[in-house]
């Protein structure tokens, strides 16, 4: 099969976004094709993972990666859901650790995208190509609560209420060390690792980000918090409480370099998720139950 072609170029205009810019360099792909590759990260500006919204600046370095067969869609796959809660408007679910929640350059089946397509078809194009809905995200290796829209205006409600920062998430983590004082917040900018570029790091140049947390549980070398992020930076729990020196158990990417208690995933849960209905204008709650293996681990260390 053909490797495809990279395309770079540089801007000598500014003001445009990124999705409308891109066609005009590559021709043969339409605006919902590029803001496809942009989301999956096959275009990158200055270097950088982007977003179709940006707004291009004189000068800026554009690399676009096209590959020899674009597939007009995601194909939906028959892949089991974990579903907390379904009515008209809207979809929860409880998503396992180690699944992707958007296809990636390079990686379009096996994600939470892929598997919403086959039990919504409906939800395709809700928030743009490829999003089917889904208002917000976790990372790869933590399971947790994920709210999906089935039409844009509930979608558009619902990231309202994030940005007015109206939802309350709360986590379920279990960190090395006994955290003092027993509750706190965190308060720390975070922006991308200047020396790491696809780490996120407490940088002085970041975005505020702010975590609320409070001990649960103590054990010997670890600590059990509910965590409640009241901003929603990249990465932010996990950079929060690993540079406050309690990084989260199983974390390959910000823990602390020895035998994990965990192989394949870290010990981070979306375990509660409260916002306001958009269709009912009602409170709602849903909760997701721990996952046996960390219920296991969790057993695991009582014992000891």
């Known amino acids: 099969m053909a490797e495809g072609r990279v395309v770079l170029f540089t801007a000598d205009e500014g003001g445009e976004r990124l999705d409308k810019v891109v066609p005009t360099h590559v021709p043969d792909l339409s605006r919902a094709m590029a803001q496809r590759l942009i989301k999956t990260g096959a275009v990158t500006v200055n270097g950088q993972p982007s977003k179709p919204s940006y707004r291009v600046q004189v000068g800026d370095e554009v690399v676009v990666r096209v590959p020899a067969e674009m597939p007009e869609q995601v194909v939906p796959e028959d892949i089991p859901l974990d579903i907390i809660y379904e009515d008209e408007a809207l979809l929860v679910v409880n998503k396992p650790a180690g699944m992707v929640v958007h296809p990636a350059y390079g990686h379009t089946s096996g994600t939470l995208v892929n598997a919403v397509l086959a039990h919504c078809p409906q939800v395709a ?104 992020p009241y901003t929603g930076r990249t990465h932010q729990i996990r950079v929060h409480l690993a540079w406050l020196g309690y990084p989260v158990v199983g974390d390959a990417v910000y823990g602390r370099r020895r035998q994990r208690l965990l192989h394949g995933r870290h010990f981070l849960h979306a375990a509660r998720l409260r916002f306001t209905h958009p269709a009912t204008d009602e409170e709602v709650e849903f909760k997701a139950p721990l996952p046996p293996e960390l219920i296991t681990l969790l057993k695991q260390l009582r014992r000891s």
Do not use: C, W
């Open 125 to 228: 194009d809700v928030g743009g190509p490829d999003r089917a809905g889904i208002v917000h995200r976790l990372d790869k290796d933590t399971s947790g609560l994920i709210l999906i829209a089935k039409d844009d205006a509930i979608r558009a409600a619902l990231q309202r209420q994030f940005k007015r920062r109206q939802v309350a998430k709360t986590y379920l983590a279990l960190v090395e060390g006994q955290v003092q004082p027993r509750e706190g917040v965190i308060e720390a900018p975070v922006g991308r690792d200047k020396r790491q570029r696809k780490k996120m790091a407490v940088v002085r140049s970041g975005r505020e980000a702010r975590t609320l947390y409070r001990a649960v549980e103590y054990f010997r070398n670890h600590t059990l918090l509910e965590v409640r």
